[in-house]
């Protein structure tokens, strides 16, 4: 199996699915992630951090709140048409 793509703390204060959103926001603020590239699904993700699917769909649609319509994708600049 390749090696995860974040690590998570079991130490931490912070639960499971808010560690993995964090680390997600983290890596694609930092620039791991270009613009458009696709993350890994949840079946893979929670096979390599070896956690629930559900912990990462629960991560991922976290994700979603703060970029609607690029839940498995890095955020890209969001451009609004006006309607005439």
Known sequence: ????????DPGSSMNLQNQIRQKLVDRILNGAFPPGARLAS???LAGQLEVARNTVVIAYQALEVVRPRYCRYCPLPVTQKKKP
Not at 1 to 8: R, S, T, V
């Open 42 to 44: 949840s079946r893979k």
């Open 1 to 8: 199996m390749q090696d995860a793509i974040i690590y998570l």
